[in-house]
């Protein structure tokens, strides 16, 4: 089974300073990691990705995310935040063991980022 | 939201009726799934199919039914057994196949109850 955790609902930044959302996951094999966004009352805007080989991935938007297989997390991270990032993100985990019947993501419950001018 | 639309953008629906969402991609993907999103819950998978004609139930199916007779569309029907279908839903597309596929989302239905 895989699951993923955000343990934060909501993050208060202020515009300028640098931002981070947790995000940590269990997997029983090596996972694929994804990081969304979400605008009111739209659908999921893909971020980043991580698969394989370098531990930071830098994605859409200035964001980064930061792959620790030790403390099984994935923190999206952006070193300047504005106002326009406001928004409700979504952590997803997919198991690489996954037999080709399930590729589906498993998400997060989010975390609303508000960021204060 | 790329090459998938969702529709309607809002649906009601009154006691005992079905209704179908639409989804559509013409992004020539081979999977395609559907989520509901629930406030403070996340994205559940309702049902995901990897192929034309082959469909498969996620963890909350009950209450909905599918078909995928093209690939480019994946309707979802939101029976009246699903007694509690206000939610906003999600239909997603991927290439099938690929070790690091990426799904893609529509802008969503919100379906309401009368």
């Known amino acids: 089974a895989q699951s993923v955790a955000q343990p934060e609902d909501q993050v208060n930044v202020a515009e300028g300073n640098p931002l981070t959302v947790k995000c940590t996951y269990s997997?029983?094999?090596?996972?694929?990691l994804f990081w969304y966004v979400q605008y009111p009352n739209r659908g999921l805007q893909f971020l980043l990705k991580?698969?394989?080989?370098?531990?930071l991935v830098k994605g859409s938007y200035g964001f980064e995310a930061e792959f620790n297989k030790s403390q099984t997390s994935f923190h999206l991270k952006k070193p300047s935040a504005l106002v326009s990032d406001s928004a409700l993100y979504f952590c997803?985990?997919?198991?690489?063991?996954?037999?080709?019947?399930?590729?589906?993501?498993?998400f997060g419950s989010g975390t609303r980022l508000q960021v204060q001018p | 939201d790329g090459g998938i639309t969702q529709s309607p953008k809002y649906l009601f629906r009154k006691e005992g009726q079905n209704v179908t969402l639409s989804c559509e991609q013409n992004?020539?993907?081979?999977?395609m799934y559907w989520y509901r999103q629930d406030p403070g819950q996340g994205l559940r998978l309702i049902y995901y199919?990897?192929?034309?004609?082959?469909?498969q139930k996620g963890d909350i199916a009950e209450g909905y039914s599918v078909s995928r007779e093209k690939k480019e569309s994946f309707p979802l029907t939101v029976t009246s057994a699903q007694k509690n279908p206000t939610a906003f839903y999600l239909c997603?597309?991927?290439?099938?196949?690929?070790?690091?596929?990426?799904?893609?989302f529509g802008p969503g239905t919100r379906l309401l109850v009368l």
């Open positions: 997603a597309s991927s290439i099938a196949g690929a070790r690091q596929e990426t799904q893609y």
């Open positions: 997997v029983s094999g090596n996972p694929y």
């Open positions: 991580y698969i394989t080989g370098d531990n």
């Open positions: 997803a985990v997919r198991d690489i063991r996954a037999d080709t019947g399930r590729r589906a993501l498993t």
């Open positions: 992004l020539n993907h081979d999977a």
């Open positions: 199919s990897q192929i034309v004609n082959d469909f």
